[in-house]
């Protein structure tokens, strides 16, 4: 029965990105490209020399963060939508922090990274409290959080950090992640210190969810939130709790882009997308923390890859959107999928 | 004061009339007890397939073309919606995450065609947009009232009306309607009384692909223009938090709706009002949003969803 | 001998369970049949089969002796035949009338619905059955008695000549379900026919004309009821002897473990459920709570346990207060509780057996120390567990969900007995369960009492209440209205008292 799920669970994602893979060559040959071309392209663009590795790994750092606060927030059955706003205004927030302050690095580059979390933590605070004292579907709010987000963001950037321009100044050195050490070691990739951080924080996750008293309250409450205010557990405080750290974990993932990879900030006319490919990565990484990074470095090289895809093989980037949209479908109709892989087990059995 | 109101009036409608039809498109969905989020990615379908379609058949239909280019939206949004049925009606699939799925999925074929047919990454600007409706016979000679609702408007926004008042007929007075919403209340004592639970949901998801790719479509031959990735940017969302905001109610959507455009034209117009001028964008952009939440935190009446919203129906199951 | 519905050789397979296996039932025009069988053995399946929502592996379905195959439930209400659910099948925020047209609707010539016609024709036939049903009532504001003869119009409005009723009385008061027995009476009159899915010997004995009984999915046979008794019924249904007695001693209560005084407290809908309401249990007494559910029962066990805020009054635990305490704290004083609904309260289903064998100490030593769990510590001691409570289970990984009802409650009750708590309370601690399972959880209840603690019983079964109780405490409208020994009284006063005793209260309708 264990092993049994334990081997969909891996096999459910694996399936689902080779359906993926698969349909994104029929998209490519309907359209007339060479889909061989086309794959060996996005591989080049991805793994094809050490400046793209480089790129791939700090592609793939916001979306570990998250993915992981996705994944999260689900442990406790709280969707959190919200985690674009999140990543977002911890953005704003580190990159706010990191221009505007004068500090030894000692300092600075915690100050900036904790205030990042803390600002995302806020964004995930207010649909917590909501859900957790009023009943309130989180999808909803937060959703409506990403564009309170969005929108004021801009305007702080705006008139609030610059005078009317659309990008701020750079953090200082002392806040930023830059990191000439993997930068060198990449050919001069914009590679920095944040996957370090980024993995240490997958292994803190793992073990909170798996270890603690909290993971196992949060879990219980996402489960059951009647049988655990029966055993005493404070469900209102675990809702709160899971969505404040959910949003810290989007913030950071903000962060990454603003102390590490730009080191600014500029007005956007859309979303980032690294808050809405976090619900993919979560998802395809079935919202364990190792999963998460497996499935961060998959996109993280689909999306790093797909800039190579235009000049390589004339294809459009957007062939990889595509193809992470199917990815999702495919892992979110894994009923269908599981019934399949019963249906042809029962028919070899015969 | 009455200058102010003409001026804001016609710009509302014009605002509310793509939110409206994707409202309702979402009021069907929800009702049977679908949740879509992927009202978003039915806008950008919608749009992306009216601007696609006005320039390649305005030469053919000439002015016609505006309307048949919505006619096809409409019915390419509606074909598009089947995936969102298949995975979260019959198979199960997590109603959230298949819209999220149809978002990014509408926005990345879209794109992707775009590039693929134009050589870049937006179409070039409709030949045959809509036009207003200089002013409508003996109506608009109707003191005070008259400028304000029947000069200068799109046609559109009167069908969208129009639509919203049919929708409510449909829900309200008829049997299809009682069998809708009895699905999205209670889809078991539905089935045992005979009514095929997922039969109504694709019907009631297609239902919402048409109005959404209506909704995209009107937006683009109104207000857009042409199709980029930043030509629907939380449109779909609005139109989604006017579901809410009016409570799941044909009408109430369309309200809000109206309410939701007004505050997007008052960003556009205000530097005009004088009351207004000191307003940030902001705060008026933002409004639908922080009104959503409120809204549903029960500050301003109490909100509640169909009672079998997002949870797939298993039949045989107690 | 005519036959208006024939079920033949009924197999009905799910993945790993046969849960109806040879079956037949043959009814009769014009009789009430019941069709018996304890929780899980296949009735509701054999029920669903004939309604269309399942199709069986194997048998044939006969309707006025022509064969027929039933693929949804449309084909078996155009074949007469109409469903009284347990559960009913009613949407709330519509009206009855809505819910009975629903799917076969009046349409005047313009396509809208005709709900004056539909108001008018239900008016009629409620008033043919004697129903009282107001069709303009919505469902979420009338009570439960009348919701369920919504679901007996929607049968009849649909022109069905059979109907079944699953297990109809289970929500009903002692009046409603005399009223409901005349109801029946009167439709069999009429010329319909019904099929009674119960468990409850008594009420076959009363009202029906044969029953067919069904046994861990196979058929037993049919029986003329008047020439049986309730001892052979039980017997050819669990398939032994039982005996309704429990094998206690007399009970030595000793000093007052819950004192409560005049309670009050209000439900989520912040409407008064317990009114001033005044209990005590003692030390190796056990004391059951006798009542119609609704009545205030659920209520003062989540006072008592702290999952609800009390109005006023007090709650007094070993004379300490713990009147509006939180759980934790409440559970920490001595309180095991056995909750009502074991799916909702008593377990996470998705948590292993393991998990759930410390939800109640997760957070203390040996299972935790400083927020890091022990998980060494919880394994060792859930296997202890499963070996001393014989929790049924593969291993203590093992999902909660896929244990039986039984095992369940077994593993409910050996987490909350191991904490010895002063005061366990038990709310409907057999519900759904069969006898084995029953038999053991009466058998441990009486085991606490004999070690001195204070067991407080809620349930809705009378003949539970009264074979299990030392004492008895009649709930009726959120106070204690009489407290008797069980060797003093019997059903009917007991029914008498639970319905307020002045019958026109509790009277539906009247």
């Known amino acids: 029965m264990t092993t049994n799920q334990k081997r969909y669970a891996i096999l459910i994602p694996i399936i689902s990105v080779l359906l993926g893979i698969i349909a994104g060559a029929i998209i490519m040959l309907l359209s007339g490209y060479n889909p061989i071309a086309g794959y060996a392209a996005l591989f080049r663009g991805a793994f094809g020399d050490s400046y793209a590795i480089g790129e791939t790994i700090r592609r793939t750092t916001p979306y570990i963060l998250s993915g992981l606060a996705i994944a999260f927030a689900f442990r406790a059955s709280l969707f959190n939508i919200g985690a674009e706003g999140q990543v977002i205004v911890g953005w704003l927030t580190a990159v706010w922090v990191g221009m505007s302050i004068d500090a030894p690095m000692i300092i600075h580059l915690p100050l900036a990274l904790l205030a990042a979390a803390f600002a995302g933590a806020l964004w995930g605070f207010i649909p917590g409290l909501l859900k957790a004292k009023l009943g309130v579907h989180e999808v909803i709010v937060t959703i409506m959080m990403n564009y309170i987000a969005l929108f004021t963001t801009n305007e702080i950037i705006r008139n609030v950090l610059t005078d009317h321009k659309t990008t701020t100044e750079s953090i200082k050195g002392s806040a930023s992640m830059a990191s000439e050490w993997l930068s060198s070691m990449t050919y001069y990739s914009r590679l920095h210190y944040g996957i370090l951080l980024a993995l240490f924080i997958a292994v803190v996750i793992w073990f909170i969810i798996e270890r603690t008293t909290l993971g196992y309250e949060i879990k219980a409450v996402g489960f059951n939130p009647h049988a655990s205010k029966y055993a005493g557990m404070n469900v209102s405080k675990n809702i709160i709790l899971a969505m404040v750290i959910s949003g810290a974990l989007g913030g950071l993932a903000g962060a990454m882009e603003g102390l590490g990879t730009y080191g600014n900030i500029s007005v956007m006319s859309g979303f980032s997308n690294i808050g809405f490919d976090g619900i993919a990565v979560a998802l395809l990484g079935a919202n364990t923390p190792l999963g998460v990074v497996l499935a961060a470095l998959l996109f993280g090289s689909l999306k790093e890859g797909a800039n190579e895809m235009p000049t390589g093989a004339g294809v459009p980037t957007e062939l990889v959107d595509i193809i992470i949209a199917l990815i999702i479908f495919f892992v979110a109709s894994s009923y269908i999928i599981r019934w399949a892989l019963l249906r042809y087990k029962g028919r070899k059995a015969k | 004061m009455i200058d102010v109101l003409q001026s804001i009036i016609p710009t509302a409608l014009f605002f509310s009339a793509p939110l409206i039809f994707t409202a309702l498109g979402g009021v069907f969905s929800e009702r049977s007890g679908v949740v879509n989020i992927g009202l978003e990615g039915l806008m950008v379908m919608g749009a992306f397939v009216a601007v696609v379609f006005n320039l390649t058949f305005a030469d053919v239909f000439g002015s016609l073309t505006p309307w048949i280019s919505i006619v096809v939206a409409m019915i390419v949004g509606a074909i598009f919606s089947i995936i969102h049925a298949v995975a979260s009606v019959s198979f199960r699939a997590d109603q959230v995450v298949s819209g999220v799925a149809i978002n990014f999925l509408a926005l990345g074929i879209g794109i992707y065609l775009t590039k693929q047919w134009y050589g870049k990454g937006q179409t070039d600007m409709v030949a045959q947009p809509f036009f207003t409706v200089k002013s409508v016979p003996v109506l608009s000679d109707i003191p005070v009232i008259g400028p304000m609702f029947f000069k200068g408007i799109y046609t559109t926004s009167y069908i969208a009306i129009l639509f919203a008042i049919v929708a409510w007929y449909i829900l309200y007075k008829t049997p299809f309607g009682l069998r809708l919403r009895s699905v999205g209340e209670h889809p078991m004592a539905a089935d045992t009384n005979g009514i095929n639970v997922y039969k109504m949901r694709y019907i009631a998801v297609i239902i919402s692909g048409a109005l959404g790719g209506l909704g995209g479509g009107v937006f683009a031959l109104t207000i857009a223009s042409n199709f980029s990735q930043t030509t629907i940017v939380g449109q779909g969302f609005i139109s989604l938090a006017a579901v809410i905001f009016g409570k799941w109610h044909p009408l109430g959507a369309m309200g809000a709706a109206l309410f939701f455009g007004l505050a997007q034209s008052l960003s556009v117009v205000s530097s005009s009002i004088p009351l207004l001028s000191n307003v940030p964008d902001v705060i008026l952009l933002i409004a639908p949003y922080v009104l959503t939440i409120l809204a549903l935190a029960g500050f301003i009446g109490r909100a509640e969803a169909p009672k079998a919203n997002g949870v797939p129906y298993i039949k045989g199951s107690r | ?510």
Do not use: W
């Open chain 3, 1 to 510: 001998m005519e036959y208006v519905i024939e079920m033949l050789n009924i197999r009905k397979e799910f993945p790993g369970v046969i849960a109806n296996d040879n079956i037949t039932l043959q009814l009769k025009k014009g009789e009430i049949h019941a069709l018996l069988g304890e929780n899980g053995a296949g009735k509701s399946t054999l029920m669903n089969v004939l309604f269309g929502l399942y199709q069986p592996e194997k048998g044939h379905i006969r309707i006025r002796g022509k064969e027929v195959e039933i693929t949804n439930p449309n084909i078996a209400n155009e074949l007469g035949i109409g469903m009284v659910h347990q559960h009913f099948m009613l949407v709330e925020p519509f009206t009855v009338t809505q819910n009975i047209i629903l799917g076969k609707e009046p349409k005047t010539k313009t396509g809208r619905i005709d709900i004056k016609r539909a108001e008018n024709e239900i008016r009629e036939l409620s008033d043919r059955y004697g129903l009282k049903v107001d069709p303009t009532a919505k469902i979420r504001d009338i009570s439960v008695g009348m919701q369920q003869r919504v679901e007996i119009l929607k049968t009849l409005y649909r022109g069905a000549e059979v109907l079944i009723f699953d297990e109809p009385t289970a929500v009903l008061t002692p009046q409603e379900i005399n009223e409901l027995m005349d109801i029946m009476r009167s439709l069999v009159k009429e010329g319909k026919s019904i099929i009674l899915i119960t468990h409850k010997l008594k009420e076959i004995m009363q009202v029906a004309d044969r029953c067919t009984i069904i046994r861990r999915g196979k058929g037993i046979g049919t029986v003329n009821v008047a020439e049986t008794n309730v001892n052979e019924l039980a017997s050819l249904m669990v398939g032994r002897e039982v005996s309704f007695e429990i094998d206690k001693k007399p009970a030595e209560p000793k000093e007052a473990v819950l004192e409560i005084k005049d309670l009050q407290v209000k439900d989520a809908r912040k409407v008064d459920m317990v009114k001033g309401l005044d209990l005590e249990v003692r030390a190796g007494e056990i004391v059951g709570i006798a009542g119609v559910d609704g009545n205030g029962q659920s209520e003062l066990i989540e006072a008592i346990t702290g999952l609800t805020r009390v109005q006023s009054g007090q709650i007094l635990l070993n004379n300490e207060d713990i009147t509006n305490k939180s759980p934790r704290k409440i559970t920490e004083s001595g309180v095991g509780h056995i909750p009502q609904d074991r799916h909702k309260f008593g377990l996470v289903l998705d948590y292993t057996v393991g998990e759930n064998m410390v939800l109640q100490t997760y957070y203390k030593e040996p299972f935790s120390k400083r927020g890091i769990l022990n998980l060494k510590e919880i394994y060792r001691y859930a296997k202890k567990m499963i070996g001393d409570y014989d929790v049924r289970t593969p291993n203590a990984n093992t999902k909660a969900r896929s244990l039986s009802g039984g095992n369940q409650q077994k593993a409910i009750i050996g987490r909350e007995v191991d904490r010895s708590p002063d005061l366990l309370i038990a709310a409907q601690p057999t519900r759904g369960l069969d006898v084995g399972a029953i038999e053991f959880i009466h058998k441990k209840l009486v085991e606490e009492r004999d070690k001195g603690r204070a067991v407080l019983l809620i349930s809705f079964e009378l003949d539970e209440i009264l074979d299990v109780s030392d004492r008895i405490a009649v709930m009726f409208d959120g106070k204690v209205v009489a407290d008797l020994k069980p060797e003093d009284t019997n059903e009917q006063e007991l029914g008498l008292l639970m319905a307020g005793s002045e019958s026109q209260r509790a009277g539906e309708g009247k």
